[in-house]
């Protein structure tokens, strides 16, 4: 399936852009960030961050479908 995913704070920072396109076979987000962080070290383990599916915090165990919109949310700091 075809994704859409978004990177916030330090993850952006490490994958270099800030949303891209991808297709997987992960079904969940916790699979799809397990492969998006082998293929580009992004170093963070789920426990750090939250992450969010067409807008909404949802489970790392949510089932995606064809076209999601994944957000992962990182700790931000600043004022």
């Known amino acids: 399936m075809t994704v859409t995913v978004c990177y916030y ?5 490490r994958r270099g852009l800030a949303d891209e396109r991808v297709t997987s076979a992960a079904t969940t987000p916790a699979a799809l960030y397990a ?13 750090d961050f939250r992450v969010a599916v067409n ?25």
């Not at 492969?35 to 426990?47: F, N, P, Q, V, W």
């Open 9 to 13: 704070g330090l993850l952006a920072e």
């Open 35 to 47: 492969e998006l962080d082998a293929a580009h070290a992004l170093g963070l383990s789920t426990a």
């Open 55 to 79: 807008d909404e915090f949802v489970s790392w165990e949510h089932p995606l479908s064809e076209k999601d919109s994944i957000a992962f949310l990182p700790p931000m700091s600043g004022g």
